[in-house]
Nanobody, 121 residues
């Protein structure tokens, strides 16, 4: 089992920035693929970004490209999501997730409890 704890959400003004953090338990963090997702009441869970365990390759959804940055610190067992130029439509609950990289296809096995981000004027 991998336990994930997100933090860093809150209320931010339009155009502002936030950095979300997600810290994982265990000793195998450096071998995990990591992802950030968000969910709103009107939509399903949306993947925003991922970072590959082996070489740090990143991928972004169109909604995140250019404004969000995913990064990881293996020494701290932590993955980050830096969010800039926030818009009202970014209001959501944000989740991190772990894929233990056992297979070719990503399998998001473990999830955090979520942190709420509200973007308002």
């Amino acid at each position: 089992q991998v336990q994930l704890v997100e933090s860093g959400g809150g209320l931010v003004q339009i155009g502002g920035s936030l950095r979300l953090s997600c810290t994982a338990s265990g000793r195998a963090f450096s071998s995990y693929n990591l992802g950030w997702f968000r969910q709103t009441p009107g939509k399903g869970r949306e993947i925003l970004a991922s970072i590959y365990w082996k070489d740090g390759t990143t991928w972004y959804a169109d909604s995140a490209e250019g404004r969000f940055t995913i990064s990881r610190d293996n020494a701290k067992n932590t993955v980050y999501l830096e969010m800039n130029n926030l818009k009202p439509e970014d209001t959501a609950v944000y989740y991190c997730a772990v894929d233990r990289a056992f297979g070719v296809k990503l399998n998001w096995e473990f999830w955090g409890q979520g942190t709420r981000v509200t973007v308002s004027s």
